[in-house]
Each structure stands twice: as structure tokens, then as C-alpha cells.
């Protein structure tokens, strides 16, 4: 079964502007809108971002999404210690009738 | 401010059936719909299935023949079971809220529930 391709790692010094990739298909990114949790250890998920570049109420300017055909990207600018975690892209795959997940990118701050 | 309570048995003997219930407050059940997710140790993200509002469900095809997810409406809460476990099925469950299009994505979990199975 196929999923999101992301990194599985990425890294960052406070105040910097780190963005996290994720790669799809025509049946899922490309079709459907991509959205990005975040996980920090040993909690739930949290939704950041859901139709490309909506931010939910309460999730910061500092996060935006944006989409490309069949890639996503997460931005996240003003690095802070606090958001040292794991990210996810998600999409509801119109083919598979299934919801696709990377596999996660691990963000650390320096 | 929504909020999901979840409860379940946390250590299964393989073949058993896994069942776990998630409480909704502070909100409806109506016009949602309610989605089970799990996380194997070290791993990513998995869904599993949901449920609408008016009953109707699906499920991750890989896990249809296992899976049933149901509604209890008047205890405004909704339940999964997964049949037949083996120790491929310990992760941690994670119960949540959707919507009827999919794009808006989960927005409010569950903290989540470990369920190990062991033969």
C-alpha cells in the first residue's frame, strides 16, 4: 500500500525558518487536500494545518502549508525549543479509499 | 471546548478481540464523523476507520474483515473492535473527530490507549 514520502528528519536553530517536505500522487495530494499534525512524545497528534494552508483556531501564524500538484510543504518559521517533535502529512486517497500518512519527520531543534 | 474520553482492555492474549469506547463531551456526536487511529511502538500514523453521524462506516480495506466500528448515541460515544489480534495489532489507539470532507482532517484525539497482544 502506498504512502506520503517525507523526510525522516529534519533539524533547525531557534529563529530559523525550517520547511518539511511531503510527496504524494494524483489520488491523494493531488486530488484531496493535504493536512500536517504534529506529535510531540507521548501525546496525541495535534491537526496544524488542514486543506493545503488553513490553520486551524489556536495554531500560530508561524506554521503555514502550501501544495503543489502532488507535493505539500510544511513551514514553520521562528524555530522555537517547543517545537522539537514528530510532523505528519496525511490525505484521504481516493483510490485506496483509505487515508495515506507519511511516515513522520522528526523536527529537532539545535 | 470538545473533549474524547477513551477506555479499553490494554493487554489481550492473541485471537482475542480488541474493544475500545470513546466517550464524546462537551460536543455532539451529530453532522462529525469518528475515526479510530493507531500507532504501532516506534511507528507511524495508521487509520483504521470511522463512522458518520447517521451510522454509516468505513474501513481501512487491509483491516474490513477484522474491524466493526459502531455508535452509541445515546451515550454519545462511539466503539471499535478489532477481531482475531495478533501481535501485529499492539499500538497505541487513538480515537478522534472528522469531518464529512476529508480535506479538514481529525482535528480533536483522543490521548490514546496502549493495547498490547501477546500469543
Known amino acids: 500500500q502506498s504512502g506520503l514520502t517525507q523526510p525522516l528528519s529534519a533539524s533547525g536553530t531557534p529563529g530559523q525558518r525550517v520547511t518539511i517536505s511531503c510527496s504524494g500522487g494524483s489520488s491523494n495530494i493531488g486530488f484531496n487536500g493535504v493536512v500536517w499534525y504534529r506529535q510531540l512524545p507521548g501525546s496525541a497528534p495535534k491537526l496544524l494545518i488542514y486543506s493545503d494552508n488553513k490553520r486551524p483556531s489556536g495554531v500560530p501564524d508561524r506554521f503555514s502549508g502550501s501544495k503543489s500538484v502532488t507535493s505539500a510543504s510544511l513551514a514553520i518559521s521562528g524555530l522555537q525549543s517547543e517545537d522539537e517533535a514528530d510532523y505528519y502529512c496525511?490525505?484521504?486517497?481516493?483510490?485506496?479509499?483509505?487515508?495515506?500518512f507519511g511516515g513522520g519527520t522528526r523536527l529537532t531543534v539545535l | 471546548q470538545v473533549q474524547l474520553q477513551q477506555w479499553g482492555a490494554g493487554l489481550l492474549k492473541a485471537s482475542e478481540t480488541l474493544s475500545l469506547t470513546c466517550a464524546v463531551h462537551?460536543?455532539?456526536?451529530?453532522?462529525?464523523?469518528w475515526s479510530w487511529i493507531r500507532q504501532p511502538p516506534g511507528k507511524g500514523l495508521e487509520w483504521i476507520g470511522d463512522?458518520?453521524?447517521?451510522?454509516?462506516?468505513q474501513y481501512k480495506p487491509s483491516l474490513k474483515t477484522r474491524v466493526t466500528i459502531s455508535l452509541d448515541t445515546s451515550n454519545n460515544q462511539f466503539s471499535l473492535k478489532l477481531s482475531s489480534v495478533t501481535a501485529a495489532d499492539t499500538a497505541v489507539y487513538f480515537c478522534a473527530r472528522g469531518q464529512r470532507f476529508r480535506r479538514y482532517g481529525l482535528d480533536v484525539w483522543g490521548p490514546g490507549t496502549t493495547v498490547t497482544v501477546f500469543s
Open positions: 496525511a490525505a484521504w486517497d481516493d483510490s485506496l479509499n483509505d487515508w495515506v
Open positions: 462537551f460536543g455532539s456526536l451529530n453532522n462529525y464523523y
Open positions: 463512522i458518520s453521524h447517521s451510522g454509516s462506516t
